[in-house]
């Protein structure tokens, strides 16, 4: 009744991208730093941003941070792309293939409603490494396997048949 006509999942209407990108540097850098100048985070605690361990500074109930650490290691990027028609399986594999990067801090994406063909993807990283490295990587090493697992299956398949791997 209301569903989009079947030919929207595969024609991208005119004055629209196939996709959009935005990158922006974190407000990590302010939150952890002011929480490293009130104390907050302990010594021996591992943020979970950029794995930065903090020292004691007097006894043990005063924490002090290090200023040459936090000014810099708390920068994390921001990646968030949206794509138009894309196949959410797609997506899942990418987000997982993005989880074995150790530079990246988060992955995800959503469909913002199921009737709309978009996704978006979000990635945060350390600052060792740009988001869109990390996401070409990512599409690179999937590439790879596929191209593996393809030449396994064929070498198998033409083992058991007796009959040699036809090139596509």
């Avoid at 999942?9 to 009130?38: A, D, H, N, Q, W």
């Avoid at 002090?64 to 290691?73: E, G, K, L, M, R």
């Avoid at 968030?80 to 993005?98: A, C, G, H, M, T």
Wanted: net charge neutral; with cysteine.
């Amino acid at each position: 009744m209301n569903a989009p006509d079947r030919y929207e999942r595969f024609v991208v209407p005119e004055g629209v991208s196939k996709y959009s990108l935005s990158l922006s540097l974190s407000l990590y850098i302010y939150i952890y730093t002011y929480m490293c100048i009130l104390g907050v985070v302990r010594e021996g605690h591992q943020n979970h941003q950029c794995g930065v361990v903090y020292r004691r500074a007097r006894g043990p109930h005063y924490w002090q941070y290090s200023p040459h650490v936090c000014d810099f290691a708390f920068l994390s990027f921001e990646f968030v792309n949206s794509f138009f028609d894309e196949n959410p399986n797609f997506s899942y594999i990418k987000n997982r293939q993005l989880h074995r990067d150790e530079n990246v801090l988060f992955a995800g994406y959503k469909l913002p409603h199921p009737l709309q063909y978009k996704i978006i993807i979000r990635i945060h990283t350390a600052s060792q490494s740009s988001p869109m490295q990390a996401y070409n990587q990512a599409i690179n090493d999937l590439d790879k396997e596929l191209d593996h697992l393809k030449n396994e299956f064929e070498m198998e398949l033409a083992r058991n048949t007796g009959k040699p791997p036809q090139e596509y």
